[in-house]
C-alpha cells in the first residue's frame, strides 16, 4: 500500500477561499515534502518539512507535520484558478543510503474562477 | 534552479518496439536519478535508483532486464523499455539529485509513452 495517503482524494473551491489537503503516512520518515503536478506535467517542489519541526510557511503555502500521528497538512490560502492541480506528499524515510521518496495518492484541486 | 529535462516528452511505438527515453540535468551534476511510473489518475511509483557509474537499483516487482537503465555521465540517464507491450503504456518521469543524500529531486517534465 502506499506509504502517503492524500485525502481528499478530490476538493474543488471557489477563488479566493483556502485549501486544506491531508496526507497520512505509515513509517518513521526523515522528511515530507509537498509537490504540486499540473496535468501531465512534471512535478514541482513546493516545501519540504523535517521531521523535527512541526510547521513551515513558504508565501500562501503553511504546512504541518504532526509526526504522532504520522500525518501532515497543505494548506494554500487565497487559492486562485491557477492553483488548479494535483497535489502529492512524499516521505523520506528514516534510513537508508539513496534518497528514495515515497508518493501518496494526491488530492486533485480544482479552484473555480 | 536546477533543470532537469526528458526527451521525447511523447513517443507512440508498436508492441514489440523498444523504446529509449533520456533525462538529463541541464544545469547540475546529477550523481543518483530516480525513474518513476506514472498511470493515468495514479500516483508516482519509483522504479529504480540509479547513481552514476554503477549499476541500478529496482524496486521490487520491476523486471530489469526490460527496463534498463543506463547512467554513463553524471549529466545523462536513459531508460530503454525493451519489447515494449500496451500495458507499459504509461508516464514515465525521472527526477535527479546533486547525490543520493540530498533531499530535494528535481523532476523532468515526463515522458508519454503510449504502446499500440
Known amino acids: 500500500s502506499q506509504q502517503g495517503e492524500e485525502d481528499p482524494q478530490a476538493l474543488s473551491i471557489q477563488e479566493g477561499e483556502n485549501a486544506t489537503m491531508n496526507c497520512s503516512y505509515k513509517?518513521?520518515?526523515?522528511?515530507l515534502q509537498w509537490y504540486r503536478q499540473n496535468s501531465g506535467r512534471g512535478l514541482v517542489h513546493l516545501i519540504l518539512?523535517?521531521?523535527?519541526?512541526r510547521e513551515k510557511h513558504s508565501g500562501r503555502l503553511r504546512v504541518t507535520l504532526d509526526t504522532s500521528k504520522k500525518s501532515s497538512s497543505l494548506l494554500i490560502t487565497a487559492s486562485r484558478a491557477a492553483d488548479t492541480a494535483s497535489y502529492f506528499c512524499?516521505?523520506?524515510?528514516?534510513?537508508?543510503?539513496?534518497?528514495?521518496?515515497?508518493f501518496g495518492k494526491g488530492t486533485l484541486l480544482t479552484v473555480n474562477p | 534552479g536546477a533543470v532537469v529535462s526528458q526527451h521525447p516528452s511523447w513517443v507512440i511505438c508498436k508492441s514489440g518496439t523498444s523504446v529509449k527515453i533520456e533525462c538529463r540535468s541541464l544545469?547540475?551534476?546529477?550523481?543518483?536519478m530516480f525513474w518513476y511510473r506514472q498511470f493515468p489518475k495514479q500516483s508516482l511509483m519509483l522504479m529504480a535508483t540509479?547513481?552514476?557509474?554503477?549499476?541500478?537499483?529496482?524496486e521490487q516487482g520491476v523486471e530489469k532486464d526490460k527496463f534498463l537503465i543506463n547512467h554513463a555521465s553524471l549529466t545523462l540517464s536513459t531508460l530503454t523499455v525493451t519489447s515494449a507491450h500496451p500495458e507499459d503504456s504509461s508516464f514515465y518521469i525521472c527526477?535527479?539529485?546533486?547525490?543520493?543524500?540530498?533531499?530535494?529531486?528535481?523532476f523532468g517534465p515526463g515522458t508519454r509513452l503510449l504502446v499500440l
Open positions: 527526477s535527479a539529485s546533486l547525490s543520493g543524500l540530498q533531499e530535494t529531486q528535481y
Open positions: 513509517t518513521s520518515i526523515n522528511n
Open positions: 518539512i523535517r521531521s523535527n519541526e
Open positions: 512524499a516521505t523520506k524515510n528514516s534510513g537508508g543510503s539513496n534518497y528514495k521518496l515515497t
Open positions: 544545469d547540475f551534476q546529477a550523481t543518483t
Open positions: 540509479s547513481n552514476e557509474g554503477s549499476k541500478a537499483t529496482y
